[in-house]
T-cell receptor, first 109, second 116 residues
Framework: NAGVTQTPKFQVLKTGQSMTLQCAQD?????MYWYRQDPGMGLRLIYY???????DKGEVPNGYNVSRLNKREFSLRLESAAPSQTSVYFC????????FGSGTRLTVV | AQSVTQLDSQVPVFEEAPVELRCNYS??????LFWYVQYPNQGLQLLLK??????LVKGINGFEAEFNKSQTSFHLRKPSVHISDTAEYFC??????????????FGKGTLLTVNP
C-alpha cells in the first residue's frame, strides 16, 4: 500500500545548488502533480502532468523544471536553489481520487 | 480562473462544542469541491468531497459539508469536536472536467484548535 512515495523527506541546500525531488506512484494513475506549501499560503501548484509524456505549468513554475520519466515517476528539479524556494513540497497523483505523498521539507540557506 | 477563500485563518473552540469552517469559491464552470485535513508534520488526508448529487456530503471523523451553489460555498461542520481534531483544514476546488486529471486550487487553510 505504498501509494505516492517521495524522496528525500528532508533536505538542506545552499543557495545556488541544484537538486531533484523524486516522486513515484504505484496506483497506475495517469495524472501527477507537484505542489508547494508555505505558511499562510495553502498549497500552490507548481507543475502537473496529465499523462505520460506531457507536462504543464501550474501557478508558480518559475525556478523549477519537471520530468515525467514514465507513468510511475514525476520528478521536480531545482536548477539553482534560492531561499524563496524553502518550502514543503508535495507530490500527488490522481485517478479515481487524489493521493498525496508525505512531503519533502526543503530548506535553502 | 477558479479561486478559494477560507474566511477564517484560525478557529479556537472548546472540546464538545460544534464548529463550522467556512469556504467560498469562485469559478465560471461546474466544480468539484474537497476538504482536506493536515495534522502537524504530516501530509494531507481527504475528509470529504463533492462531485455531484446530494449537496450534503458526509466524510470521515464525523465531519460533513454542504454545497450551496447559489452562495458558492462549501462550509465544513462537525457537531461536537474532540481534542484530536486539532489540525489545519484546507478547502480545495477543481473545475469539473470528468476524467482523472483535475488540478486543485487550495484555500490558505484554517487552523482549528480544540481546547479542553
Amino acid at each position: 500500500n505504498a501509494g505516492v512515495t517521495q524522496t528525500p523527506k528532508f533536505q538542506v541546500l545552499k543557495t545556488g545548488q541544484s537538486m531533484t525531488l523524486q516522486c513515484a506512484q504505484d496506483m497506475n494513475h495517469n495524472s501527477m502533480y507537484w505542489y508547494r506549501q508555505d505558511p499562510g499560503m495553502g498549497l500552490r501548484l507548481i507543475y502537473y502532468s496529465a499523462s505520460e509524456g506531457t507536462t504543464d505549468k501550474g501557478e508558480v513554475p518559475n525556478g523549477y523544471n519537471v520530468s515525467r520519466l514514465n507513468k510511475r515517476e514525476f520528478s521536480l528539479r531545482l536548477e539553482s536553489a534560492a531561499p524563496s524556494q524553502t518550502s514543503v513540497y508535495f507530490c500527488a497523483s490522481s485517478g479515481n481520487g487524489y493521493t498525496f505523498g508525505s512531503g519533502t521539507r526543503l530548506t535553502v540557506v | 480562473a477558479q479561486s478559494v477563500t477560507q474566511l477564517d485563518s484560525q478557529v479556537p473552540v472548546f472540546e464538545e462544542a460544534p464548529v463550522e469552517l467556512r469556504c467560498n469559491y469562485s469559478s465560471s464552470v461546474s466544480v468539484y469541491l474537497f476538504w482536506y485535513v493536515q495534522y502537524p508534520n504530516q501530509g494531507l488526508q481527504l475528509l470529504l468531497k463533492y462531485l455531484s448529487g446530494s449537496t450534503l456530503v458526509k466524510g470521515i471523523n464525523g465531519f460533513e459539508a454542504e454545497f450551496n451553489k447559489s452562495q458558492t460555498s462549501f462550509h465544513l461542520r462537525k457537531p461536537s469536536v474532540h481534542i484530536s481534531d486539532t489540525a489545519e483544514y484546507f478547502c480545495a476546488v477543481s473545475e469539473g472536467s470528468g476524467g482523472s486529471n483535475y488540478k486543485l486550487t487550495f484555500g490558505k487553510g484554517t487552523l482549528l484548535t480544540v481546547n479542553p
